[in-house]
Structure formats: structure tokens, C-alpha cells
């Protein structure tokens, strides 16, 4: 079955980094594009950055473009978000997600992993 494991969040002050790795299994890794949400406290899950299968084309939240980097090892089943430049109001919950289009879509998560952006 599928399963994403992130790791890599922590406490971090203002303008620091930290780099989320999300390891993946139960399926074909490089045939997906893969993706990065966050939630704050009190608000709603937000797309941050996503990465196709094919060519790797990226795209990003405006909030996080020239800041955070997604990419992919298709041969470790891994995908990470470098986070430079951290605010406070990145402040949030990390989670990776694969959606696969079968008869219908299908979402999955992963378990998530707290990113905290303070002095």
C-alpha cells in the first residue's frame, strides 16, 4: 500500500532552513507527480510546491516562490522541499501528498511534520 513518511521539521528562527525529505513506497514513484501542503493553525491545507514525473517542471505558492525548493530522487523514492529563508508565518504542518487517478482520484498523505519559525 502506499506510504509517505516525511521527516525533517523542527524549530528554526527567522531566516534560517531546513530541508523536509518525504520517503515513499507502495507504488511507481517516478511515474507521479508529488506535491508539499502545509496548515496553520486555524487555517486551511494549502498547496506550497508541487514537481511532475516527467521532466521535473516545478511549480510554487507565491508566498514560498524564490524561497523554498522542491525536487525528487527517483531513485531513493524521495521528495524534499529545501525551506530558505524561514518566516514565522511558514509556521505549519508539512505534509506530502500523491494524488493517482484510477476510477477516481485518490489523495494520500503523510502523516505530516510541525515546522516552527521562531526567534
Known amino acids: 500500500q502506499v506510504q509517505l513518511v516525511e521527516s525533517g521539521g523542527g524549530l528554526v528562527q527567522p531566516g534560517g532552513s531546513l530541508r523536509l525529505s518525504c520517503a515513499a513506497s507502495?507504488?511507481?514513484?517516478?511515474?507521479?507527480?508529488m506535491s508539499w501542503y502545509r496548515q496553520a493553525p486555524g487555517k486551511e491545507r494549502e498547496l506550497v510546491a508541487a514537481?511532475?514525473?516527467?521532466?521535473?517542471?516545478?511549480n510554487y505558492a507565491d508566498s514560498v516562490k524564490g524561497r523554498f525548493t522542491i525536487s525528487r530522487d527517483n531513485a531513493k523514492n524521495t521528495v524534499y522541499l529545501q525551506m530558505n529563508s524561514l518566516k514565522a508565518e511558514d509556521t505549519a504542518v508539512y505534509y506530502c501528498?500523491?494524488?493517482?487517478?484510477?476510477?477516481?482520484?485518490?489523495?494520500?498523505w503523510g502523516q505530516g511534520t510541525q515546522v516552527t519559525v521562531s526567534p
Open positions: 507502495g507504488f511507481t514513484f517516478s511515474s507521479y507527480a
Open positions: 514537481i511532475t514525473s516527467a521532466d521535473g517542471s516545478t
Open positions: 501528498h500523491l494524488i493517482q487517478y484510477t476510477l477516481r482520484p485518490v489523495n494520500y
